[in-house]
């Protein structure tokens, strides 16, 4: 009763073009078939005790196949372990971080906001293909590492606005301003109130982003 090739309860066509039979596509019937009516298939597996049947193939296998999705070519493996491996090598896809709908007009593009400014409609890029301009030469998924520059004002990898939202909500308290690349200010109270009109529209961006996120996430178009 166990069914060792995990086959559907379904139908297969025989693909024998004079035989044309149907019957369950379980791993039980599938080798009484093939015992009974096509002792030559048998033979040509070489007398497995049991046959399976791929519906991919449409064709009588010994081995159930592992096949890659991403080759159209009937690709196969033998085990699910080689075939992850091959999807990692020969497949690997780095998506981008979703473009921020207010595109140039992003009050936080130079760096409060995660989405991407500078690059648009890219979606993903495979380990053959060269890092588009305007895409931060920090982040490098396919090395494990992340630009963690919260005030980075390029482009970045899917996972850029969830490390913002993450990171942010994890300070206990909003840091303050960096001073580093602001303007120089000759007078300290006119520099005081710049401050605090960019904490506000900070935080004004930050929840915009939130939500924008949460649009995205609603959409359910994350990968
Ligand atoms: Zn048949
Ligand atoms: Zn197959
Ligand atoms: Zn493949
Ligand atoms: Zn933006
Ligand atoms: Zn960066």
Same mark, same amino acid.
């Given at each position: 009763?166990? !069914?060792?090739?995990?086959?559907? $309860? ?14 369950? =596509? ?14 030559? /298939?048998?033979? !040509? ?15 009588? $296998?010994?081995?159930? @196949?592992?096949?890659?999705? &991403?080759?159209?070519?009937? #690709? @196969? ?18 998506? #981008? ?19 991407? @400014?500078?690059?648009? %409609?890219?979606?993903?890029? $495979?380990?053959?293909?060269? /890092? ?6 920090? +982040?490098?998924?396919? +090395?494990?590492?992340?630009?963690? !520059?919260?005030?980075?004002? #390029?482009? @970045? #990898? ?5 490390? =913002? /939202?993450?990171?942010?909500? *994890?300070?206990? *308290?909003? &840091? ?11 007078? +300290?109270?006119?520099? *005081? ?6 904490? &506000? ?18 959409? %359910?178009?994350? /990968?």
């Amino acid at each position: 009763m166990a !069914n060792p090739m995990n086959m559907e $309860t379904r139908f297969f066509c025989c693909p024998v073009y004079t035989c044309g039979q149907q019957h369950p =596509l379980t791993f039980e019937s599938v080798t009484e078939h093939v015992r009974k009516v096509h002792p030559g /298939i048998m033979k !040509n597996l070489g007398y497995p005790k049991t046959v399976g049947f791929c519906t991919k193939c449409t064709s009588y $296998t010994r081995f159930k @196949h592992f096949h890659c999705h &991403e080759c159209h070519d009937g #690709f @196969h493996f033998r085990t699910e372990a080689e075939l992850t491996a091959h999807l990692k090598e020969a497949h690997a896809k780095w998506y #981008f971080e979703y473009d921020c709908k207010y595109g140039s007009e992003c009050h936080g593009k130079s760096g409060a906001c995660g989405f991407n @400014h500078l690059t648009s %409609g890219l979606g993903y890029i $495979t380990n053959d293909d060269p /890092i588009p301009g305007g895409v931060c030469r920090y +982040d490098r998924p396919w +090395d494990g590492k992340r630009c963690h !520059n919260l005030h980075c004002r #390029f482009d @970045h #990898f899917r996972g850029r606005v969830k490390f =913002l /939202i993450d990171t942010r909500a *994890a300070a206990a *308290a909003p &840091e303050a301003p960096e001073a580093e690349y602001e303007d120089d200010f000759e007078e +300290d109270d006119r520099r *005081a109130a710049e401050e605090d009109d960019r904490r &506000e529209a900070d935080e004004e961006y930050e929840r915009e982003c939130y939500e924008q996120y949460c649009d995205v996430l609603r959409g %359910g178009d994350i /990968i």
